[in-house]
Structures are given as structure tokens and as C-alpha cells.
Antibody, heavy 120, light 110 residues
Framework: QITLKESGPALVRPTQTLTLTCSFS??????????VGWIRQPPGKALEWLAL???????RYSPFLQSRLTITKDTSKNQVVLTMTNMDPVDTATYYC????????????WGPGTLVTVSS | QSVLTQPPSASGTPGQSVSIFCSGS????????VFWYQHIPGTAPQLLIY???HRPSGVPDRFSGSKSGTSASLAISGLRSEDEGLYYC???????????FGGGTKLTVL
């Protein structure tokens, strides 16, 4: 049974760096083809893909946010961490992490999401 | 503004069939698989259709997907009240080297 859960601060000040952790079970990020991605949804807006890291450390980023994002994995802890620098109120959103398998099955299991509000 | 275009809303009465369309280009839908997600507010999005037309286990066969050229569609038959929610198409965009989602379609069951 695959489960994922996001954790991190609910409130971030403008210009600060956001660090989110995705803790998962039911699969290993050392298995060939497996990946974990991050997707967000601002209030009232559409889903937006942010980043994805694969079992072989191949990391992909949204070209619109690449300069601000870093995704890393800790296989021994079954965790993936996303950092986003220079946070702005427009980054207020629910952030989701999700399991992926190569390009064939992106985001087939999702965490419940965590709401991050950017405000001074 | 999303790379993939979806109608903002769709509706139907219980038992009816409804289709949701997703329009893209040769750099995204035209050369890659399409995926569909259902998002009920307050819950995590759920994968409904993968690789254009395949259903994950547990997804009712009332849901079906198809793709033609640079467009794709999600069909829902035997509409139920619990089908109300947001529906997103997604694919890989080769020119952006990014996963892209449609703007979402809000389905209302009247």
C-alpha cells in the first residue's frame, strides 16, 4: 500500500525559504523507474507541477520556477525534500507530493497536501 | 494560463453522459500520453486515466479516455452526484521539458 504525506510550515514570511518534506511508504526510491514529484494548487487555481526526482537522482524542474527550486531524496529515510527560495504571497497554495513511475505513470498516488500561506 | 486548454465547466443530470475535452499541441498531447485526474475539494487528486485510455484498478468503467491528434477527452457515463468535482488533463510538454496540467474543468451534477 503506497502512502505519502507532506509536512512543513503552514506560514512563511515573504522572501523566506520554504522547506517541505514528503514522507512515504509502500515503495522504495531506489527501485528502477520510481520517482516522487511535487505539485501545487493555489486557491481557486489549477494544479501546477513543480519538480520531480527519480530513483537515479535525475531531477526535473518546472522551467518557470527552476531557479528557486531544489528537490532532493533520502532513500534511507523514505523522504523527499523540496526547497523553494524567495517565497512570495503568490506562492500561497496547497502543496502535494506524489509517486511516479518513469514517464508512463506520473502521479498515481498523492499525499493529502499541505497548505502553505505566505504572508507578513 | 495553462498550456492545455479545458472548458472551465461542464454539467449533466444523474444518469447522463458527459465529455470533457483537453486541447494541446504537437509538443505536448500530439506526441505524448495523456493522463486525467479527478480532484474533489478537500481531498487528494486521484488518477482516473493513464496513457490516454487506461483505468487504474478501482476506477469505475464509467470513466473512459481517448486521444486524437493534439486533443484528448474524458467521458463519464451514468453520471452520479459523487462525480462532482474538478477534472484535469495532464501530459509531458517536450518544448518546456515539463509536466503540464490543463486549467481544470468543474463538473456539476444537476
Amino acid at each position: 500500500q503506497i502512502t505519502l504525506k507532506e509536512s512543513g510550515p503552514a506560514l512563511v514570511r515573504p522572501t523566506q525559504t520554504l522547506t517541505l518534506t514528503c514522507s512515504f511508504s509502500g515503495f522504495s526510491l531506489s527501485s528502477t523507474g520510481v520517482g516522487v514529484g511535487w505539485i501545487r494548487q493555489p486557491p481557486g487555481k489549477a494544479l501546477e507541477w513543480l519538480a520531480l526526482i527519480y530513483w537515479d537522482d535525475d531531477a526535473r524542474y518546472s522551467p518557470f520556477l527552476q531557479s528557486r527550486l531544489t528537490i532532493t531524496k533520502d532513500t534511507s529515510k523514505n523522504q523527499v525534500v523540496l526547497t523553494m527560495t524567495n517565497m512570495d504571497p503568490v506562492d500561497t497554495a496547497t502543496y502535494y507530493c506524489a509517486h511516479a513511475y518513469q514517464m508512463l505513470l506520473p502521479f498515481d498516488y498523492w499525499g493529502p497536501g499541505t497548505l502553505v500561506t505566505v504572508s507578513s | 494560463q495553462s498550456v492545455l486548454t479545458q472548458p472551465p465547466s461542464a454539467s449533466g443530470t444523474p444518469g447522463q453522459s458527459v465529455s470533457i475535452f483537453c486541447s494541446g499541441s504537437s509538443s505536448d498531447i500530439g506526441n505524448n500520453y495523456v493522463f486525467w485526474y479527478q480532484h474533489i475539494p478537500g481531498t487528494a487528486p486521484q488518477l482516473l486515466i493513464y496513457r490516454n485510455s487506461h483505468r487504474p484498478s478501482g476506477v469505475p468503467d464509467r470513466f473512459s479516455g481517448s486521444k486524437s491528434g493534439t486533443s484528448a477527452s474524458l467521458a463519464i457515463s451514468g453520471l452520479r452526484s459523487e462525480d462532482e468535482g474538478l477534472y484535469y488533463c495532464a501530459t509531458w510538454d517536450e518544448s518546456l521539458s515539463a509536466w503540464v496540467f490543463g486549467g481544470g474543468t468543474k463538473l456539476t451534477v444537476l
